[in-house]
């Protein structure tokens, strides 16, 4: 076990690819992901989609779908069918919206007065329905976008009770954190290639988990200088 005056350094080196040490994955995430995994002697092996799961579809879970899709029928009326296909160009590189969504998204916002529609087609096949904004749909992205987004201060960190445990059983807290360093660094090479490889979309949305990943480790190397400490405090 090493001691807590070892620092963590925070370079890159080039990833390796296949990647392995994903934590393992529900038959369900698996299908909303896209990974594929096949074992591979003591650890299983995971291609890119789940890295880019894991933290860059985090921002399409957090925003509003209904007032993103409110916002893309400002510049004119459109299809259900135009919409996703604007929402996944935009947004949802890594996780493109169901139709079911948009259709369910676009009845609430009918109800609620925020949509009209503005048109219904036919042309042989399934009526397709034109959605325009309302006066009131404006006005709900209005004040949508001037309301800040909650800080999330994750005081209720699952790393933070896992090295809490590990020192209550006897285990080693220092080589979970090793390992958890690992894991950061890896998923921080796909992303770092990633935004060398993106456009300017892409490179903001790495940007963003690429600073919140710089964050964990700076907390992974405080954790690890004060696990003595730590220690003694959890045990008393």
């Known amino acids: 076990m090493r001691d807590g005056s070892q620092r963590f350094t925070t370079t890159f080196p080039s990833p390796p690819l296949p990647v392995t040490g994903a934590p393992s994955q529900t038959p369900a995430l698996k299908r909303r992901t896209g990974w594929v995994g096949r074992s591979e002697r003591a650890g299983r092996q995971f291609h ?10 985090r921002i399409v879970l957090r925003m509003s779908i ?7 029928l400002e510049a004119g009326p459109r299809h259900g069918y135009d919409l ?3 929402f996944d160009d935009k947004f949802g590189q890594d996780r493109p919206l169901h139709y079911g969504q948009v259709y369910s998204t676009m009845s609430r916002l009918l109800k609620n007065g925020l949509v009209e529609v503005d048109g219904i087609e036919s042309g042989g096949g399934p009526e397709r329905k034109r959605y325009a904004i309302t006066d009131a749909g404006i006005t709900d992205v209005d004040q949508w976008l001037a309301q800040p987004e909650k800080p999330e201060p994750y005081l209720q960190s ?8 590990a020192l209550l059983t006897g285990r080693s807290a220092a080589d979970l954190l090793d390992v958890q360093r690992a894991e950061h660094l ?17 490179q903001l949305v790495c940007d963003h988990a690429l600073f919140h990943l ?14 003595d400490k730590l220690a003694t405090e959890v045990r008393a």
Request: aromatic letters at 8%; a positive charge.
């Open 214 to 227: 710089e964050a964990d480790l700076r907390w992974l190397e405080l954790a690890a200088a004060r696990l």
């Open 186 to 202: 890896r998923l921080m090479r796909i992303l770092t290639d990633r935004k060398r490889k993106g456009d300017l979309a892409d």
């Open 48 to 57: 890119l989609p789940y890295a880019h799961y894991v933290y860059t579809s």
């Open 84 to 86: 996703k296909r604007a």
């Open 158 to 165: 699952t790393l933070y009770t896992k090295v809490v445990l």
């Open 66 to 72: 209904g007032h993103t899709l409110l916002g893309l």
